[in-house]
Structure formats: structure tokens, C-alpha cells
């Protein structure tokens, strides 16, 4: 079993306004189609050799134009329950998140918790989450956070650095977190954060197509030894479980001819085939 912690459900581009798709062009040059399905996902998997299981989210940010309901991803994976996991999305900023929280749990079975400090615009370790902490760590919910870079014009940069989750991290250490993307471009920072906290991770979404930087992420992540600390993530329909593991495993080909350091490749395998399941306590 291979676990895919990032993936997305939405109906694109009705859960997106005209803004946030135009910014968007700046991640490829052009519109990208981000219409998922989970037909679409299954068949870019075809490499991976064994059954893979996904986390699925939406997303929920006012301030940046996507807002995804959460029984739309409910009703998503509700048709694909062996192979997918369902995450509620939270916009701290808006009135109801609280009932939202709740609802997502006890009524939709959302078994985790996907927020977007940068896009919606909030600091997740601001003492007006402090409820979302204390409720995710006491229901054993993960809470998957965008940390890095975006295209967003009026996404402040500032509150997506994997820092802050240190302070989230010394207050609520109970809560399992994974930080999104490693963090790009600040992976120094999330590493120094998953290496200090036990129950703190990140995965490697979205990485795949900056080859020689996802090659100098990765070889952080080897010097601080915390490869156990990271999770197989694609973040489709951005991209996709066949391009990201022929990337991932094509990097120490690029060094083919040079003295740089090898990705020691048992390792990378181990992260790829990691049981997040049992890890994050879902599925």
C-alpha cells in the first residue's frame, strides 16, 4: 500500500473565483485544467506497482477566491471509500469555522483537517486557533497546513513559514501536523521544525518539477536524518502519482558525471511505502 497524503476534490472552476485562476497561470505559464476525478487520479497511478489510498481535501480561503463545501469532498470519496481518506477544510477568518469543525467530524466523518494559513490569511499558532488545536488534539484529528510559496497576489508570505508551527507544535504536542510541500522554498525551516517535534511531519508534494532543488530539499533532509519524518504526497491534479515517483526516483540520475552526494535510495523508498495510515491514525 502506498499512501498519498495530498490530493484534492473541487468542482473547477465554480469553487474558484476569476482571479484566483488568473494568478494561477503563473505555476505553469498557462490555465492549468484542475479538474480532478477520481478516475483521473487512478489512472495516473499506474507505475506505483500496489494499491494506493489518498488523503482528499478541498480547500477553504475567502481571501484568495477558493472555497471547496466540505460534503462536496464528503459525497467524493464517499464513492471511493476504500481508497480514499476525506479532510475537512477550515477558514479560520470566517464566521461558523467552529460549527464547521464539529460538523465535519460528526456528521461528514472527516477524519483530518487541511487549512491554508497563507491563502486565507491567518498565523496558524495565533491564539484564536487554540480551539482548533485543543479539538484536533483531543479527536486525534491531523492537521495538514499549506506551508511555502503560492501565486497569490494577496496571500501574505509571512504567515505560511514552517516556523510558526514550532510554537504550535511546544503548546499542543499531542497534534499530529504535517506541513505541505516541505515548505518551499524555506525547507531549512521545516526541517529544523519535523526534526524537534515527534509528531510533526511533512510530505513532498508538488516538488517533483524543480528537479535539482527537490535534489539539495531531499539532501537536507538526509544530513539532519529525518527522512522517517516525511510522507509520499502528489497534490494532484497539479500533478500526478506516476510523475512525481518517476521524478523522486529519477534524481540521482541527475548527478550522473559529478561528485555531489547520492539520495540514499533505500530511504527514499521507505518514505514512499511509509504506513501514514497508521502514523496519522486514519484510514
Known sequence: MIYDVHSHAWRYPDHFNDTFREQAIRMRGYELDMTPSYEGY????????????TVVFGGKARLSGLWTPDRYVAAYCAAHPDQTIPFMSLDPTQDGWREEMIE???????????????????????????????????????????????????????????RHLDAVAIRFPECRIIMAHLGHPYE????????????????????????????HSLMLV??????????????????????TLRDLRGLNAMLEGT???RLDEEEMEGMIHRDAGEILGIG
Open 42 to 53: 487512478l489512472s495516473s497511478a499506474q507505475t506505483a506497482g500496489q494499491p494506493v489510498k
Open 104 to 162: 465535519g467530524r460528526e456528521h461528514l466523518d472527516m477524519q483530518g483537517i487541511k487549512l491554508l494559513p497563507m491563502y486565507a490569511g491567518f498565523y496558524p499558532q495565533a491564539s484564536e486557533l487554540d480551539d482548533l488545536w485543543r479539538y484536533a488534539s483531543r479527536y486525534e484529528l491531523p492537521v495538514l497546513l499549506h506551508t511555502g510559496t503560492t501565486f497569490v497576489d494577496q496571500a501574505p508570505l509571512d504567515c505560511t513559514l514552517p
Open 188 to 215: 531549512g525551516e521545516t526541517v529544523a521544525v519535523i526534526r524537534k517535534h515527534p509528531n510533526v511531519y511533512a510530505d513532498i508534494s508538488a516538488l517533483h518539477y524543480r528537479p535539482f532543488q527537490f535534489y
Open 222 to 243: 538526509q544530513e539532519y536524518g529525518v527522512w522517517n519524518k516525511l510522507f509520499f504526497g502528489t497534490d494532484y491534479p497539479v500533478t500526478t502519482v506516476d510523475d
Open 259 to 261: 561528485r555531489l552526494p
